[in-house]
């Protein structure tokens, strides 16, 4: 099975940048389809965004963050990245990936595998 693990979380101003990583192992890394969800204290988990497989490769961002974050694949490091600029405080949040197996298009709802998060702090 996939195990997720996500780095690259931390504390920076509004305005600024952070790029999280989402390193893939235990599972054929083309063949998934990778999200982001993020948490904010009190709150529901959000989906972010998504990449399908690198046979599919359509993103997709929630409206929240469209124009801000970009999400891409590296398939020579099974590795997904969430570039997120233009930092709000309302970004704040713990951030999670997660993974379909052998999937091909995002759909937040098959995303069924984890990673244990990195927290995003965005001061003003």
């Known amino acids: 099975e996939v195990q997720l693990v996500e780095s690259g979380g931390g504390l920076v101003q509004a305005g600024g940048s952070l790029r999280l990583s989402c390193a893939a192992s235990?599972?054929?890394?083309?063949?998934?389809?990778i999200g982001w969800f993020r948490q904010a204290p009190g709150k529901e988990r959000e989906a972010v965004s998504c990449?399908?497989?690198?046979?599919?490769?359509?993103?997709v961002y929630a409206n929240s963050v469209k124009g801000r974050f970009t999400i891409s694949r590296d398939n020579a490091k099974n590795t997904v990245y969430l570039q997120m600029d233009s930092l709000e405080v309302d970004d704040t949040a713990v951030y999670y990936c997660?993974?379909?197996?052998?999937?091909?298009?995002?759909?937040?709802?098959?995303?069924?595998?984890w990673g244990q998060g990195t927290p995003v702090t965005v001061s003003s």
């Open positions: 997660a993974a379909e197996e052998g999937g091909s298009s995002c759909n937040y709802n098959y995303l069924t595998v």
């Open positions: 235990g599972s054929t890394f083309d063949t998934l389809v």
């Open positions: 990449i399908g497989s690198t046979y599919d490769g359509t993103a």
